[in-house]
């Protein structure tokens, strides 16, 4: 599939190493309005063409399908600017940046049901989705009751003003809503059919010379059936990072998941030993199983193995989707799922924590 890419900042890049390794993708064209990241890019896929207009690039360019990766801001905007010329998109998270954009795009991807659009969640391909499956297959999980969850994509260093080639879209941007690798592998340990409901937030706002908006972000959630999650948010605290991790409070037990184990406690257990304890399961360095023979010095050296190895599996199951005609492995739906409640905590944020309710675009046409 003839691939176009749109940005090429370093996750542009990072999916490009990728998008270059598959068989199923051709790397074609790749577009960004500033010429030092063209040129970062093209030192590292120059077999790819570059563009400095997005539009241009779409308009020249014969292609199969697309991937986003532009700042959250334009995501939507190019999402249907390339379904409306019918290629297949690999949408970035977060799926849109405000309510009006789900509307118009859930809208946009029901109207191209010839069209796969995939919501780049990676979290769903990462470890601790993989660990959350296992355990639910094997009647291990139990359903949430409460939930503490948090993405620190952390500073180890004291902050100094960095002189980027394009300003850290981070700088402008809610942490909140950046929700989804937290709240997506969540909704599968919710009851079924249950979707974050509503939603009270608050902000630290600036506490030393670091200029992202908050220093950190909490939001609190009522899911539908009642279960409760609070989200701690940052890109500015003094941790090392990205760093995610999660205890879920279950009906049967608890489980704490961490970028690099699962940690679970089961009273069950206690048919086994006088006092059940924590049992825990450490991922490996490089876990993940290949489903193609790929050389695992190539997968590394592709950006650390793009999110221990997620990356190559969601773009492995959005290739399956278009070539096999299957339904989108992450379809619209979910992505809004995952994106929107950390919309409307930014809402609440803004007005000081008010209470929220979440809507989602498929309810308001009832
Ligand atoms: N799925 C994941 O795990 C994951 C991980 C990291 C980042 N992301 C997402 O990827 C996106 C990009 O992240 P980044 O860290 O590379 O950001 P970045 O801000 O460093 O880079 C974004 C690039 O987009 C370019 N751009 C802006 N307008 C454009 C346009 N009209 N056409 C083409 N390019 C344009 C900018 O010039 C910049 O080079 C973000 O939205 C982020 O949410 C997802």
């Known amino acids: 599939m003839k691939t176009a ?31 030092a990241r063209r040129e970062i890019a093209f030192k590292a896929l120059p077999e790819s063409r570059f ?12 292609l199969d399908a697309v991937l986003v990766e532009t700042p959250p801001a334009q995501h939507t905007k190019y999402s249907l600017m390339a379904l409306e010329k019918g290629l297949h998109v690999l949408g970035e998270i977060p799926a849109v940046d405000t309510y009006e954009e789900a509307v118009t ?9 010839e069209l796969v659009y995939m919501c780049d969640a990676t979290a769903n391909y990462g470890m601790i989705a993989r660990a959350i499956a296992f355990l639910k297959n094997h009647d291990l999980a139990g359903k949430m009751v409460y939930a503490e969850a948090e993405y620190t994509h952390g500073m180890e260093r004291t902050f100094r003003p960095q002189k980027n080639i394009v300003e850290d879209w981070r700088a402008s941007y809610s942490a ?5 690798h937290d709240l997506g592998p969540l909704l599968d340990l919710m009851e079924e059919g249950d979707l974050y409901d509503t939603v009270a937030c608050m902000g630290t706002g600036r506490h030393f010379p670091c200029r992202w908006q908050d220093h950190a972000m909490v939001s609190i959630y009522r899911t539908r059936k009642n279960a409760v999650v609070r989200f701690l948010a940052s890109f500015a605290l003094y941790k090392s990072g990205p760093y995610h991790a999660a205890r879920v409070f279950t009906d049967s037990g608890m489980i704490e998941l961490y970028n690099e184990k699962v940690r679970l406690f089961k009273p069950d257990f206690s048919e086994f030993c006088e006092k059940p304890e924590i049992v825990e399961i450490p991922f490996g360095h490089f ?4 489903a193609l023979d790929f050389p695992v010095e190539k997968v590394l050296a592709a950006g650390g193995g793009g999110h221990g190895g997620a990356d190559f599996y969601a773009l492995e199951a959005f290739a399956d989707a278009i070539l096999n ?7 619209i739906e979910k992505g809004l799922a995952m994106t929107l409640p950390g919309i409307f905590a930014a809402e609440s944020a803004k007005e000081g924590g008010v209470l929220k309710k979440i809507l989602y675009p498929w309810e308001e046409e009832k």
């Not at 563009?51 to 014969?62: A, D, G, P, R």
């Open 325 to 331: 005609g299957k339904k989108s492995p992450c379809p």
């Open 176 to 180: 909140c809503k950046y929700c989804t």
């Open 51 to 62: 563009y400095e207009s997005t539009e241009e690039m779409l308009e020249k360019e014969s």
């Open 287 to 290: 876990p993940m199983r290949f």
């Open 105 to 113: 795009l859930w809208k946009a991807v029901h109207a191209h049901p």
């Open 5 to 35: 890419i749109i940005a090429c900042g370093p996750r542009a890049v990072q999916m490009g190493r990728i998008v270059s390794l598959l068989p199923d993708f051709k790397l074609t064209a790749m577009s960004d309005p500033h010429p």
